[in-house]
C-alpha cells in the first residue's frame, strides 16, 4: 500500500514570495492534516480536514496560509506571503477517519517539505 | 491544558546497550491516547505504538517495549540491545476525546547510537 506522498521535499524562497506545498494521502483516507516541524520542536498541527471540509484550522496563520482539499483526496497548502519564521518542515498526514470520541484512529505521515526562507 | 513533556533532549548510546525514553503528559480527559513516533533522518514520521488510556499493561514488540503508568502520567519507551538503525528523534504524542483527533507532540528525543 502506497504510503502518504509529498511534494516538494525541499524549497528555498526569499521572504515575501509565496510557495505551495502538495500532499495525496493514502487511499481511502478520509481526514487529512498539515502540521508544521521547525527545528528542534514537534510538529504542531495546522489545518485538519474531513473528506473536503475544514474541522479545525485554529493553529493557522491564516493572513498568509491558506490550504485546500477541494476534491477531498489531495491537498494543497500555500504561504503567502513567506516570512523568515516560516522556514520548516511542513508534514503532512492522513487516517482512516477521525470521527468521533475515542476513536482508535492512527495518523501516517508523508516524508515532508524542507521549507527555508531567505 | 494538553501537554507531553519529553525531558531527554539527546541520548547518546553504544550499540547493544538498552535506552529508556521518557514521556510525561498532561490532560484533564479520561479517554485519551498515546502513540510513538520515530523520525529518522529522511524526515518521515514513523508510527511505533498506540495506547488507549484504559489499558495500562506494558506492551513488547521485539526490542521495543512501552510501559504506561497512568498514576505518573507517564508512558516510556525502552530499547533494548540499541542497534545504530534506532538512531533517529523520538517524539511522543497525545491524542485527547476532545480535540479531533489532533496530536499533541513532544519536543522529542534525539538518539544516537555508535556502534
Known amino acids: 500500500e502506497a504510503g502518504v506522498a509529498q511534494s516538494p521535499r525541499y524549497k528555498i524562497i526569499e521572504k515575501r514570495q509565496s510557495v505551495a506545498f502538495w500532499c495525496n494521502p493514502i487511499?481511502?483516507?478520509?481526514?487529512l492534516y498539515w502540521y508544521q516541524q521547525i527545528l528542534g520542536q514537534g510538529p504542531k498541527l495546522l489545518i485538519q480536514?474531513?473528506?473536503?471540509?475544514?474541522?479545525?484550522d485554529s493553529q493557522l496563520p491564516k493572513d498568509r496560509f491558506s490550504a485546500e482539499r477541494l476534491k477531498g483526496v489531495d491537498s494543497t497548502l500555500k504561504i503567502q506571503p513567506a516570512k523568515l519564521e516560516d522556514s520548516a518542515v511542513y508534514l503532512c498526514?492522513?487516517?482512516?477517519?477521525?470521527?468521533?470520541?475515542?476513536?482508535?484512529?492512527?495518523?501516517?505521515f508523508g516524508p515532508g517539505t524542507r521549507l527555508t526562507v531567505l | 491544558a494538553q501537554k507531553v513533556t519529553q525531558a531527554q533532549t539527546e541520548i547518546s548510546v553504544v550499540e547493544k546497550e538498552d535506552v529508556t525514553l521518557d514521556c510525561v503528559y498532561e490532560t484533564r480527559d479520561t479517554t485519551y491516547y498515546l502513540f510513538w513516533y520515530k523520525q529518522p533522518p529522511s524526515g518521515e514520521l514513523v508510527f511505533l505504538i498506540r495506547?488507549?488510556?484504559?489499558?495500562?499493561q506494558n506492551e513488547i514488540s521485539g526490542r521495543y517495549s512501552w510501559n504506561f503508568q497512568k498514576s505518573t502520567s507517564s508512558f516510556n519507551f525502552t530499547i533494548t540491545a540499541s542497534q545504530v538503525v534506532d538512531s533517529a528523534v523520538y517524539f511522543c504524542a497525545l491524542r485527547f476525546s476532545g480535540g479531533y483527533n489532533k496530536l499533541i507532540f513532544g519536543a522529542g528525543t534525539r538518539l544516537a547510537v555508535h556502534p
Open positions: 495506547r488507549n488510556s484504559f489499558d495500562e
Open positions: 498526514a492522513s487516517s482512516f477517519s477521525a470521527l468521533g470520541r475515542g476513536s482508535t484512529d492512527t495518523q501516517y
Open positions: 487511499s481511502g483516507h478520509a481526514t
Open positions: 480536514f474531513q473528506n473536503n471540509g475544514v474541522v479545525d
